[in-house]
Each structure stands twice: as C-alpha cells, then as structure tokens.
C-alpha cells in the first residue's frame, strides 16, 4: 500500500493508447515537469528503444526500465508517461504503490490500438494485429490494478486531460 500520497501522476497503458501526448498536456496543465520512460532509457543507452530490443533483447530492455522506473519515482512533482510494458510487471507495479504516485490507466478498444499502432514505425514489440489482442489480453489484469481509468475512445488528448483533472486525484 502507498504510504503517502505524491504529487506524481503515472500514465499507463498499451502502445498507442496516448500516454506520451496526454503526459505533455497534463504537466502544462498542472505546471509540473514531464519524463517520458522511454525517452529516459533511450538518452541512458544513446540509441532508440528498437535498437536496444535489436541488439540485447527484452529481458535486457526490461532491466533498463525498471532501473529508469526507479530513478524517476525519485522525482516530484511530476507527470510521468510509463512504456506500455512497465506496468505489466509485478515488480514495478510494487515499486509504483510504494511510491505512493497516483496512477491512471488510459483506455481505449482494441481495434482503436490496433488502428494506432499500426501506424508507428518504432514499436518493436507491433508484429501484427493479432499479436496485439495477445499482448492486451496479458496485460490487461494489470492495468485493471491501477487506481483510475480514463477512456480516451473518441476523445482527442485536450478531452482526456481534462477528463483527469476533473478527477481531483491529486
Ligand atoms: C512497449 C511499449 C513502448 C516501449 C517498448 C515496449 C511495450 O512504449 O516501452 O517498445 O512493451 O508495450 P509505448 O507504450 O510508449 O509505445
């Protein structure tokens, strides 16, 4: 259980689903700073996310992130977008009710990631439609445990920002 409640708020959820651009709005919104996770590991390693699936492979990749992870908990206040993988581990998710940060789960239907992802060229874990109703399905029990969820179906990243303050989280 969280110990205290901290100006943190972390955005998750699948590939595609809008936490990197929600993140940006809602720091300017609250005046908070943004760390984007995966642009924390890519400027650690000096090469892009791709490349480091490519060369050392997940569980490497997967290494990287929690170490990240650990390190911008340290940070407050903050809005945090989190990669769509990292809150599908039982040890960040431990990591992240330790903190005390409030965590938000950005929603939205499969076939509206699949539209999404399938226009990113960067995402190595996008192999096919198929794979990503596969990868959703195993990770939906864990985006179930975040504290709230927001529906971004339909809802352009202005609406699901304000769709978060309205919450009065934090
Ligand atoms: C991943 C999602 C990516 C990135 C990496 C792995 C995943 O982040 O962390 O490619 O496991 O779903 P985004 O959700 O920002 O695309």
Redesign the pocket.
């Known amino acids: 259980m969280s110990r205290h409640r901290r100006k943190q708020v972390l955005l998750l959820?699948?590939?595609?689903?809008g936490?990197?651009t929600v993140g940006k709005l809602l720091s300017q919104e609250l005046r908070w700073p943004f760390i984007?996770?995966?642009a924390v590991?890519e400027a650690g390693q000096g090469v892009t996310?791709?490349e480091i699936?490519e060369r050392s492979g997940?569980p490497f990749?997967r290494q990287l992130?929690r170490a990240a992870l650990t390190e911008v908990l340290k940070t407050e206040p903050v809005v945090i977008?989190?990669?769509?993988?990292?809150f599908?581990f039982e040890a960040n998710v431990e990591l992240i009710r330790e903190s005390g940060a409030t965590t938000i789960w950005l929603d939205c239907s499969v076939q509206t990631l699949r539209e999404r992802c399938a226009a990113?060229q960067?995402?190595?874990?996008f192999r096919d439609p198929e794979s990503i109703e596969l990868?959703l399905d195993a990770?939906l029990p864990y985006y179930r445990l975040a504290e709230f969820r927001v529906s971004t179906e339909g809802r352009d990243a202005g609406e699901v920002t304000e769709q978060i303050l309205r919450l009065r989280a934090f």
Do not use: Q, V, Y
């Open positions: 959820g699948f590939m595609g689903s936490k990197s984007d996770l995966d590991i996310i791709r699936f997940e990749f992130e977008a989190l990669g769509g993988g990292t599908a990113m960067n995402r190595p874990l990868l990770r």
